[in-house]
């Protein structure tokens, strides 16, 4: 079979030729339609429900809200977590399932659970309905700018985005989601003076329905005139604020009562509550986010060309960008790209260096691109897009994709040497290795099977990635066998010999003849071999030291072994998830102390604004002052973000620096807390958002959880090296009013809870009590007290807030049989009904499992996530939690603790195919053993990579081991197999073991530094964005190097031992005579 394959392959060249075009056509064809994305399409199976309950505090929301929910949510099959936070006004319930759960079957159970228990909300017409979201990894932002302008002040700009622009970007092929943030709204303010209205018996209740009855668009009926029918409408729509300061909101004494009389009516904007600048300047911020298949960074470009037309047409206009994917994804996807060509030309280099023949080189050279294109054509079929992953291991493969091809052309060149013509070398040579080459291809291929079946979010990121290194060895192996020997009996004479009694190439020749060439190139050959025949005599001469040594070869072995263990137990080899990815992104997030007002914050915010655009390294600083976070709009007046955009060339160790320098400056502001970072967005989708560092304390009491984890823990964390400032994020001192409700007085005037409760809200926030429509534009008109009436307790006393006969009486009044009246007594001072007192209580609630628990969160800055973990659990274990208390590390940690088990799982179900795949290959149990022995020694040179480079062991470089359980057995295969050959042929298996190792030393070092030459770009990391990738390169080049180097010398020695002493017992334990191996039947012609 094995001659007949490479006898189709020499036979029938144009079979072949138009194969292998197929495959370059086929590749050709799918470049273009494959989507370019930063990592491999997934949806994070997280659902949110959100409910918002203005004006209620943080215990009863947790009480009246949160907890039926989680336990609506928890009844829903499928769920691996339940997170909630129940703060001021709102509740989030965080539902977390299991990886292949579908979103939309559970989104709709999710609803139904919550429909049957909407009965235990509270019945309160400010309670909200429960909203329900499904999160996805791509609807991050594909953007986040800000728009200034000149021209515009900021609440028509705000208008013209909302009304016009957002459609627009909208419109862009693969957007999902355009939010405004808008500090200044257009709006009608109705501003009343609480002085006139308890002077007038009015309420701030009475206003906002007058308002609402008066702007009405209503059907009335029809009419007919004679032949035609009329439909009748009422249209009493506002045309300005000054029609809606004409309203009669109440008769006194038979005279109207104007809203004019007793409330400014203007044509303004709503009370502003954040403000967002661009490199100090007022702007509006814009974020943009993209459908979950859509191609990110076509969606970009498409973004991009809009924001050239806005800025064309509209002069003043500009749009910054101080977050954006498609930079970061271009950048990686091209350093990938530019990688997997340095590697390649890398590993074509070092087959023209062995083999010093251009056609020899052409030949396997030709293969690259066959084997590169085939592979993004199966990308395609996969449905896969060219992310760091897919790019990733096509770049690592690409030293593997010609070690097929070498090991066929070396040999082809070695039959050559036997004084063959190129069609019968072809054909002998590649029907010799090719059980050998199937063999240790499929090992390779194997290998990556169990990658497959990671479960959870790394195998949906890990499975691309193996499935299109199985792919390029597939093709690899397929042009391998067909193509090279094609090519091969086309070049004649030129294909190079060389080999154990070759005689030689005419430079070597010429050399031993006295002759010395002209050409410089064939005196470098020269001197080429005679320095590689001096190194294969070298080994020849070690190799039969070691051989007649096995005691001593094994115990080197065995202690060097031993020693990299204890190397890793010693944890000096550092730890992580996933390797951070250079990034320009800062992001700063600043808090002012509890209760601060938001100008009094702002006005901090603008100082150290200013202070960061005189720095060099920026190129923009984009400010949000007064909300809870980059992308929540709940407001905070104390909490602030910087977003920070550094100039191209400040990247990662670089931004590092830059975040470790200012947040020390940032420390020394007094009552200023700050939070700085590098935004990783590979790490970031990768943790779901999670905090790298997460102690999560849990216990019933929130004061208690509050005073350990600010008396205890932070104290402890703060210790840990390498982190940015420890943060609870949740404080137990939020200043607030407490309106306690004299219920029965209450009662007895007929006003209700939610009364109160909406006459304060309308006073302090504001109520919407219509809108005004202005070209087709809706803007609200709220009824809210002026600043100057909302600054103290004695203001919030005196509200009025309106009792039974007051409704009783509006309702009467707008009834056509009765004129607006007077009623005796309408309101009472809110004073009257309960009392008032200022008090703290904490910022928010959280929630996970149903349990109490409070995080103590840290940033890492400058060292793997393993080494925080070890001194956290250090510190951790010093301290001494009260009954009913206990800790646990974060989703980030624990993570990375199931990823690592997972992941040693897979390499040992690896290890345990390969060896039974040897097995039935062999139809031996012991070769197979004998050569996954180079698996150890690998892990040797990992060990020493990784110490070398001070790089950490991380997901990638776990794949980068499990990649190496493949490649390093190849080559024992090759010794192996041969010498099973020289073996059936009558050599002693000493005689086989001395002959075999040194015939196949130059296609093992030929394969070897072409595997290395092909990962060196990515290992060095020589271009930004590849860095994720670096690890993995570390470990496949310091294993494969130096178990190359020990497995040359270690696995003959124990083979011969195996062969000497444990054979010839297996055999009479059978009772029968040593088996010819099978891979040493069917000998070609002329071997």
């Known amino acids: 079979m094995a001659v007949g394959l490479a006898r189709f392959a020499v036979n029938r060249r144009v079979a072949v030729s138009m194969i292998a075009l197929a495959f370059i056509v086929l590749g050709i064809f799918a470049i273009p339609r494959l989507p370019v994305a930063l990592l491999p399409s997934f949806s994070p199976p997280v659902i949110t429900v959100t409910v918002n309950y203005p004006n209620v505090g943080p215990y009863q929301i947790e009480s009246l809200v949160t907890r039926p929910i989680e336990n609506a949510v928890s009844r829903v099959n499928g769920i691996e977590m339940i997170n909630s936070t129940s703060e001021q006004g709102q509740s989030q319930v965080r539902a977390t399932f299991h990886y292949g759960t579908n979103l939309d079957t559970a989104a709709v159970d999710v609803q139904q659970q919550i429909d049957r228990i909407r009965n235990q909300l509270p019945n309160d017409p400010t309670l909200q309905q429960p909203q329900i979201f499904k999160f996805d990894a791509n609807s991050l932002p594909v953007i986040r700018g800000y728009v200034t302008d000149p021209n515009y002040s900021l609440r028509d700009l705000g208008s013209l985005f909302t009304n016009q622009i957002a459609d627009e970007f909208s419109a862009v092929n693969g957007v999902a989601q355009v939010s405004i943030g808008v500090d200044q709204q257009r709006a009608v303010m109705v501003e009343p003076d609480a002085n006139l209205l308890a002077a007038n018996g009015l309420s701030l209740d009475q206003l906002v329905t007058r308002i609402g009855q008066e702007n009405v668009n209503l059907p009335a009926g029809i009419i007919r005139v004679g032949t035609n029918e009329y439909q009748v409408r009422t249209n009493a729509l506002f045309k300005n604020a000054a029609q809606i300061g004409e309203i009669v909101v109440a008769t006194k004494n038979g005279v109207p009562i104007y809203l004019h009389d007793v409330a400014s009516v203007k044509d303004a904007i709503e009370e502003q509550r954040s403000f967002e600048r661009l490199d100090g300047k007022p702007a509006l911020g814009i974020t943009i986010n993209a459908q979950p298949d859509a191609n990110i960074v076509a969606t970009a470009a498409g973004i991009y060309g809009k924001i050239a037309q806005l800025e064309k047409r509209y002069p003043g206009m500009h749009i910054g960008i101080v977050f954006g994917q498609r930079t970061f994804i271009l950048q990686a996807v091209n350093a990938l790209e530019h990688t997997a060509i340095y590697g390649a030309i890398l590993a074509v280099l070092v087959i023209f260096l062995f083999l010093h023949s251009w056609r020899s080189t052409l030949v396997v050279a030709i293969s690259l691109p066959i084997s590169v294109l085939g592979t993004l054509f199966g990308a395609y079929v996969f449905g896969y897009s060219l992310n760091v992953m897919t790019l990733g291991g096509l770049a690592l493969a690409v030293g593997l994709i010609v070690d097929d091809a070498i090991v066929v052309i070396e ?274 989708i990768i943790s779901r958002g999670q905090s790298d560092l997460d102690i999560q304390i849990y216990g019933p009491s929130f004061t208690k959880l509050y005073s350990i984890a600010k008396d205890q823990v932070l104290p402890a964390v703060e210790k840990i090296r390498g982190i940015s400032r420890p943060d609870l994020g949740i404080t137990a001192t939020q200043p607030e009013l407490d309106v306690n409700i004299k219920r029965t007085t209450a009662a007895r005037l007929g006003v209700s809870t939610a009364d109160i409760s909406q006459t304060i809200d309308t006073a302090t926030a504001g109520s919407i009590a219509s809108y005004l429509q202005i070209d087709g534009t809706q803007y609200p008109i709220v009824v809210q007290l002026p600043p100057s009436q909302r600054r103290s307790e004695a203001s919030i006393a005196m509200l009025g807030v309106p009792l039974a006969a007051t409704s009783s009486a509006l309702s009467q009044s707008v009834t056509p049989s009765a004129p607006l009246t007077q009623t005796t007594l309408p309101t009472m001072p809110l004073g009257e009904l309960a009392n008032l007192t200022f008090g703290v209580g904490p910022s928010e609630i959280t929630r996970q499992n149903k349990q109490r628990e409070m995080d103590v969160t840290a940033t890492l800055l400058n060292a793997p996530l393993g080494q925080v973990v070890d001194e956290a659990t250090a510190a951790m274990s010093r301290i001494t939690l ?17 990823t690592f088990a997972s992941l040693g799982l897979i390499v040992a179900l690896a290890i345990l195919l390969v060896y039974m795949l040897l097995a039935a290959q062999f139809e031996s149990l012991l070769h197979p053993l004998v050569i996954m022995l180079s698996v150890p020694l690998a892990s040797i040179g990992v060990v020493l990579a990784l110490l070398l480079t001070h790089r950490s062991f991380g997901l990638t470089a776990f794949i980068g081991v499990l990649m190496l ?113 099978p891979s040493a039947e069917h000998e070609p012609a002329g071997v």
């Open 965 to 1077: 359980v493949g490649i390093v057995v190849k080559n024992a295969i090759l010794v192996v197999e041969f010498t099973n050959r020289l073996r059936a042929r009558g050599l002693s298996a000493r005689e086989a073991v001395l002959q075999a190792a040194p015939l196949r030393l130059r296609p093992i070092v030929m394969t070897t530094l072409a595997t290395v030459g092909g990962m060196l770009p990515i290992a060095i990391g020589i271009e930004q964005g590849s860095q994720t990738q670096a690890p993995l390169g570390t470990v496949v080049i310091g294993g494969l190097l130096v178990s190359t180097t020990l497995s040359l010398l270690v696995i003959p020695t124990l083979y011969l031992w195996a062969a000497t002493n444990i054979e010839p017992r297996m055999h009479r334990r059978a009772g029968g005579a040593i088996v010819v191996p």
């Open 882 to 898: 009260p009954p009913g208390y206990s800790w646990q590390f974060g989703q980030s940690v624990t993570d990375q603790a199931n």
């Open 411 to 684: 040999n082809i060149a070695r039959h050559r040497a036997m004084s063959k013509d190129a069609k019968t070398a072809s054909i002998d040579a590649t029907g010799e290795i090719l059980t050998a080459v199937i063999a240790s291809s499929i090992t390779v291929i194997t290998v990556f099977v169990p990658l497959v079946l990671i479960p959870g979010l790394q195998g949906l990121i890990f499975t691309p990635f193996a499935v299109m290194v199985m792919v390029a060895v597939a093709l690899s192996l397929l042009v391998a066998v067909t193509t090279v020997p094609m090519l091969s009996s086309l070049a004649g004479n030129d294909i190079a010999a060389h080999g154990d009694g070759a005689p030689g190439n005419g430079a070597v020749n010429g050399a031993r003849n006295g002759k010395v060439s002209r050409d410089p190139f064939k005196r470098f050959a020269a001197r080429f071999e005679t320095q590689y025949a001096r190194f294969e005599r070298t080994y020849r001469s070690l190799l039969a030291h070691a051989v007649d040594r096995p005691r001593l070869v094994a115990g080197i072995a065995l202690l060097l072994v031993i020693a990299t263990v204890g190397i890793v137990k010693l944890g000096l080899i550092p730890t992580e998830t996933f390797p951070p990815s250079n990034s320009r992104y800062v992001r700063f997030f600043l808090r002012t102390p509890n209760g601060t007002a938001l100008a009094i914050t702002n006005a901090e915010v603008q100082k150290i604004e200013k202070a960061m655009l005189r720095d060099p390294r920026v190129q923009n600083v984009g400010i949000i002052v007064g909300t809870q976070g980059l992308f929540n709009a709940l407001p905070v007046t104390n909490q602030a973000t910087l977003s920070v955009t550094l100039k191209s060339n400040i990247v990662g160790d670089a931004a590092a620096a830059y975040v470790a320098q200012w947040q020390k400056k940032l420390e020394k502001i007094p009552g200023l807390l700050s939070f700085g970072h590098t935004v990783d967005i590979v790490s970031n």
